[in-house]
């Protein structure tokens, strides 16, 4: 059972990103997939869910009206579409999957290693 976030890269201010979650070992619209970030010196954050059963989303409120979050189940994989990207937004983001969308990291079951994200003013 394997979470891989990928897509992260070097990016302009105003600029987008796609994010990838793809999952092996197991199915992801069984379960909820949330993204989290973490920047250096700062905590964890929750950024973003999907639900698994009506594809609810949610979003934290510094990114709303900026980034997507979406599945394709045919590809098992959920990405997180970036846009009008901010430098605040530099940080490594990490796919999660659990059974419900969680504020808290400890709710998930599955975590995965992480992809970074760097945007320059």
């Known amino acids: 059972v394997q979470l891989q976030a990928s897509g992260g890269g070097l990016v302009q201010a105003g600029g987008s990103l796609r994010l990838s979650c793809a999952a092996s070992?197991?199915?992801?619209?069984?379960?909820?997939i949330g993204w989290f970030r973490q920047a250096p010196g700062k905590e964890r954050g929750w950024v973003s869910c999907?639900?698994?059963?009506?594809?609810?989303?949610d979003y934290t409120d510094s990114v709303k009206g900026r980034f997507t979050i979406s599945r394709d189940n045919a590809k098992n994989t959920v990405y997180l579409q970036m846009n009008s990207l901010k430098p605040e937004d530099t940080a490594v983001y990490y796919c999660?999957?659990?059974?419900?969308?969680?504020?808290?990291?400890?709710?998930?079951?599955?975590w995965g290693q992480g992809t970074q994200v760097t945007v320059s003013s």
């Open positions: 070992g197991f199915t992801l619209d069984n379960y909820a």
């Open positions: 999660v999957a659990g059974l419900w969308c969680g504020l808290d990291i400890d709710s998930y079951d599955y």
């Open positions: 999907i639900g698994s059963s009506d594809g609810s989303t």
